[in-house]
T-cell receptor, first 115, second 114 residues
Framework: AQSVAQPEDQVNVAEGNPLTVKCTYS??????LFWYVQYPNRGLQFLLK????DNLVKGSYGFEAEFNKSQTSFHLKKPSALVSDSALYFC?????????????WGAGTKLIIKP | DTGVSQDPRHKITKRGQNVTFRCDPI?????LYWYRQTLGQGPEFLTY????????KSRLLSDRFSAERPKGSFSTLEIQRTEQGDSAMYLC????????????FGQGTRLTVV
């Protein structure tokens, strides 16, 4: 079965330190990978995506993500965390299903940045 | 176009009542999704439309739930005979409908069934 895993329910990082939020996937065919962020009582906001090409993709708010095909991972990273980065982060993959496609979501990771 | 809009933002209803939510997608987007989200959890897929056609409906969606997208523009999600377990955030998203395009989400409608 096609799936997305975010192995950490919560990640705690001190402000100014680098952060990583992990995501692994299992899909057939070439994956199209996405990261979304959700602030309290808000809808999800698109951060970045990997379609093809350079394995390191850059997105909004200084975030970037590294696609690793051999490890089937797409970890979200930021060199220097801000308190305002505290939010829920979701990884998703777009994958073929029958003659169509579907979005498969991870369970989410709560990122807490401490001052 | 200011993005995906949902109405109402909040709805409190008594158990057993019917409720209807509306979603206006980004105008050029042909795909529209409905999701349900409970506190601290990821989006739970309910259904999606490609233009006016409802292509998939989650097995988790009981017969009390129905969604429409007449003319392939706005969509409505109706819940009949609401139960306390229906209390959640209902999210709508739209996209250009290809494998590699991202979805844009509305702010959601928070339903509380009392």
């Amino acid at each position: 079965a096609q799936s997305v895993a975010q192995p950490e329910d919560q990640v705690n990082v001190a402000e100014g330190n680098p952060l990583t939020v992990k995501c692994t996937y299992s899909v057939s065919g070439n994956p199209y990978l996405f990261w979304y962020v959700q602030y309290p009582n808000r809808g999800l906001q698109f951060l970045l995506k990997y379609i093809t090409g350079d394995n390191l993709v850059k997105g909004s708010y200084g975030f970037e993500a590294e696609f690793n095909k051999s490890q089937t991972s797409f970890h979200l990273k930021k060199p220097s965390a801000l308190v305002s980065d505290s939010a829920l982060y979701f990884c998703a993959v777009s994958a073929r299903k029958d003659s169509n496609y579907q979005l498969i979501w991870g369970a989410g990771t709560k990122l807490i940045i401490k001052p | 176009d200011t993005g995906v809009s949902q109405d109402p933002r909040h709805k409190i209803t008594k158990r057993g009542q019917n409720v209807t939510f509306r979603c206006d997608p980004i105008s050029e987007h042909n795909r529209l999704y409905w999701y349900r989200q409970t506190l601290g959890q990821g989006p739970e897929f309910l259904t999606y439309f490609q233009n006016e056609a409802q292509l998939e409906k989650s097995r988790l969606l009981s017969d009390r739930f129905s969604a429409e997208r007449p003319k392939g523009s706005f969509s409505t999600l109706e819940i009949q005979r609401t139960e306390q377990g229906d209390s959640a955030m209902y999210l709508c998203a739209s996209s250009l409908g290809t494998l590699e395009t991202e979805a844009f989400f509305g702010q959601g409608t928070r339903l509380t069934v009392v």
